[in-house]
């Protein structure tokens, strides 16, 4: 089975540090990891920038479409940038109509339709280590899960385990995911567009992400359903 990706520059792969300045510290999405932790084959055909819209109209859905084979599966994460055009792709309108779009051609492909919510920014509300996360997408995780349901699709909330894990690790620890943390830890330069992106990650944000979206997806498979349980055995009188 091949696992094809759909979405935005939170998803894509590596810049190799074009965007960051440094090489050493690169900004990629989590589906640039994603194959560390499964043993299928991984596609992925996000770009940074893509909307709902724009991956169709730029023929990335299609050359997803083309290289689809029965039992394939389809993570589709988009919402960072189609909030930037609420006019044409609205959270509960254009945006949820083209998802939907998308699940329907991903079944017509007899592929698995996975429905994925956006990574949520790190955006703490204050400057103490435990202080409140902001939510930054409004509706649009909302209206994945609603769709979730509504066609029987999956759906990976994202948004909440990426919450999680920023306060978790905290605000300090936290930036250690995305580069401008990354940079300021390894002592280098960080200039000021760069110190205020709390959008994309680097290496060690991608590889929590990735890790928790191969557990999703193989929890779905039913992967280890046969397995039998440990509780017996782990339990000591």
Same mark, same amino acid.
């Given at each position: 089975?091949?696992?094809?990706?759909?979405?935005?520059?939170?998803?894509?792969?590596?810049?190799?540090?074009?965007?960051?300045?440094?090489?050493?510290?690169?900004?990629?999405?989590?589906?640039?990891?994603?194959?560390?932790?499964?043993?299928?084959?991984?596609?992925?055909?996000?770009?940074?920038?893509?909307?709902?819209?724009?991956?169709?109209?730029?023929?990335?859905?299609?050359?997803?479409?083309?290289?689809?084979?029965?039992?394939?599966?389809?993570?589709?994460?988009?919402?960072?940038?189609?909030?930037?055009?609420?006019?044409?792709?609205?959270?509960?309108?254009?945006?949820?109509?083209?998802? /939907? &779009?998308? #699940? %329907? *051609? !991903?079944? $017509?492909?007899?592929?698995?339709?996975?429905? =994925?919510?956006?990574?949520?920014?790190?955006?703490?509300?204050?400057?103490?280590?435990?202080?409140?996360?902001?939510?930054?997408?409004?509706?649009?995780?909302?209206?994945?899960?609603?769709?979730?349901?509504?066609?029987?699709?999956?759906?990976?909330?994202?948004?909440?385990?990426?919450?999680?894990?920023?306060?978790?690790?905290?605000?300090?620890?936290?930036?250690?995911?995305?580069?401008?943390?990354?940079?300021?830890?390894?002592?280098?330069?960080?200039?000021?567009?760069?110190?205020?992106?709390?959008?994309?990650?680097?290496?060690?944000?991608?590889?929590?992400? /990735? &890790?928790? #979206? %191969? *557990? !999703?997806? $193989?929890?779905?498979?039913?992967?280890?359903? =046969?397995?039998?349980?440990?509780?017996?055995?782990?339990?000591?009188?």
């Amino acid at each position: 089975m091949t696992i094809h990706l759909a979405g935005d520059s939170t998803v894509a792969p590596t810049d190799e540090g074009r965007t960051s300045g440094h090489p050493e510290i690169p900004l990629l999405g989590w589906g640039d990891e994603l194959a560390a932790f499964t043993d299928d084959v991984v596609r992925n055909h996000a770009i940074g920038g893509a909307t709902t819209a724009s991956f169709r109209a730029e023929g990335r859905w299609d050359a997803l479409l083309d290289e689809l084979r029965p039992g394939d599966t389809v993570v589709i994460q988009f919402g960072h940038n189609d909030q930037k055009e609420p006019a044409e792709l609205a959270a509960e309108g254009g945006y949820t109509d083209r998802l /939907a &779009r998308f #699940v %329907a *051609e !991903a079944r $017509a492909n007899v592929a698995r339709p996975v429905l =994925a919510t956006s990574v949520e920014r790190r955006l703490f509300a204050d400057e103490d280590d435990g202080g409140v996360l902001r939510w930054s997408h409004g509706p649009y995780p909302a209206a994945v899960r609603v769709l979730g349901h509504d066609l029987d699709v999956p759906v990976l909330d994202l948004t909440v385990f990426t919450r999680w894990l920023y306060g978790w690790l905290g605000r300090d620890a936290s930036a250690a995911l995305f580069p401008h943390g990354a940079a300021a830890q390894a002592g280098l330069p960080v200039d000021d567009g760069l110190a205020k992106d709390n959008t994309h990650f680097t290496t060690a944000g991608a590889r929590a992400v /990735a &890790r928790y #979206v %191969a *557990e !999703a997806l $193989a929890s779905l498979d039913g992967v280890h359903d =046969a397995e039998a349980p440990l509780g017996a055995w782990v339990m000591q009188p």
